[in-house]
Structure formats: structure tokens, C-alpha cells
């Protein structure tokens, strides 16, 4: 089982649950190749082999990134007006970045020739980390067969749009300007 499956099974209609599964997998794939394209250069490795290259590539993926996130709005908004938690005192089933997710970016964009404010680097790869972990976390639910309740359910995927679709976005643009 994986995370589409408490997604799809919530929904009020099936073409609502697709289009939101298929949205939410994009941008966790985008997601995961920025968070991975900054890990391997914390790690040294200096793919692709020029600055220049880098800095394009960091662009590309926040832009990938950007982009999902975008794509994200209309069918999340839709399923939350859909969802109809029966009570409105729900919480987030997933909590916020650890400890190993605070990293200190300067360091590794100066290393790695990349010019970019660390600042929103940090933001983006705290928040689309934590997206990540929400979509894992629904995926270990489904598979223990402990899924959520509506309420739950509404009030993650509430933080996690407004988040993404705030500050989030706003940092993407910036990062793939």
C-alpha cells in the first residue's frame, strides 16, 4: 500500500482523488531530486562538474519544484472542500523537520560555486523534506492499516498547502530566477 491509497480512499469522487494523487506525485519526485542534487553536494560530490552547471542546475530543480507545487493548488484545494472532516479539530499527522534536517547551506552553495541566499535554500529543502516525510508517513498508515481520520487528514493536507503554496513557492521562484 502507499500513500495514494489513503488519498484516493477519502475522496468524494474518483476523478478528485486521481488528480490529486497524480499532482502530489509530482511534486514529490521533484521534490526528492532537489533535496538530493543539495545532499550530494553537501556530501562533495560536484555533479554536474562545472559552477556554472550547478547553479543551472539548481535553477532547473527549483523550477521542476516550483512548478508541481503550482500544479498542486486547483485539485488540493478541491479535495479539501470535498473532504468534509466531521469536525474541524483534526491535527497533522506528520510533525515538522528534525534535527539532521537543519543544515547550514552557506557553507555547501560556496563549495559547490552555486550563488544563492542559504536562507531560502533552507526553507525549500526544510519544507519540501517534510512533504516528503507527510507523503511517507500517510504511506506507513496505509500499510499498517491505521489510516487517519477525515479531520486528520484535512488538517495535514491544510498545513501542507498552506505552506507549499505560500512562503514555499515564493522561495522556489527565487531560487529558479
Known sequence: MSWNTVIEGNAASEPTGTKLVYQLRACEVAAVAFCRLLE????????????????????????????AI????????????????????????YLGPGAAELV???PVLDRAGVCACPNRVASVYLELAVLVRALEGLAAAAMLDVMPDKSTLWAGLFDLRD????????????LAA
Open 163 to 174: 505552506t507549499l503554496l505560500g512562503s514555499t513557492v515564493d522561495d522556489l521562484r527565487a
Open 40 to 67: 550530494r553536494w553537501g556530501r562533495g560530490d560536484a555533479v554536474p562538474a562545472t559552477a556554472g552547471a550547478r547553479q543551472a542546475a539548481l535553477r532547473r530543480a527549483a523550477d521542476r519544484v516550483e512548478t
Open 70 to 93: 503550482a500544479g498542486l493548488e486547483k485539485p488540493l484545494s478541491r479535495y479539501l472542500l470535498e473532504l468534509e472532516p466531521d469536525r474541524a479539530e483534526g491535527q497533522s499527522w
Open 104 to 106: 547550514e547551506w552557506r
